[in-house]
C-alpha cells in the first residue's frame, strides 16, 4: 500500500513563496496520477492541483493558477506543490493524495498526513 508523507509547509508573509514535497513509497509512483488537497479551517476539503503519472498533464482550481505549480520527479519518487504570491486565504493543510483517475473530479486513493501552511497578513 502507498505511503505519502509530506513536508515543507510552515509559517510565511503574504507574498512570499513555499515549496512543499510529497515522497510516496509502497506503491508504483510513476503509474499513478498525484495531486495535492487543502483544507482550511471549517472548510470542506478542496482539490488544488493534480498531475498525471507521466507529468505532462497538470489540473489547477482556479484560485491558485498562476502562483502554484505542482511536478515530480518519477525517478525520486517525489511531488512537489511550488507555491508563489502566496496569500492568507491559502492558509490551510496541505494534503498530498495519490491515486485515481486524472480528473477535474479527482478522487484519489491514498493520502498524506497533511503538513500545516499558514500565511500571516
Known amino acids: 500500500q502507498e505511503q505519502l508523507v509530506e513536508s515543507g509547509g510552515g509559517l510565511v508573509q503574504a507574498g512570499g513563496s513555499l515549496r512543499l514535497s510529497c515522497a510516496a513509497s509502497g506503491g508504483t509512483f510513476r503509474t499513478r496520477n498525484m495531486g495535492w488537497f487543502r483544507q482550511a479551517p471549517g472548510a470542506e476539503r478542496e482539490l488544488v492541483a493534480i498531475i498525471s503519472f507521466g507529468g505532462k498533464n497538470t489540473y489547477y482550481t482556479d484560485s491558485v493558477k498562476g502562483r502554484f505549480t505542482i511536478s515530480r520527479d518519477n525517478d525520486k519518487n517525489l511531488v512537489y506543490l511550488q507555491m508563489d504570491s502566496l496569500k492568507p486565504e491559502d492558509t490551510a493543510v496541505y494534503f498530498c493524495?495519490?491515486?485515481?483517475?486524472?480528473?477535474?473530479?479527482?478522487?484519489?486513493?491514498?493520502w498524506g498526513q497533511g503538513t500545516q501552511v499558514t500565511v500571516s497578513s
Open positions: 493524495a495519490g491515486g485515481g483517475s486524472y480528473s477535474r473530479k479527482y478522487s484519489p486513493t491514498s
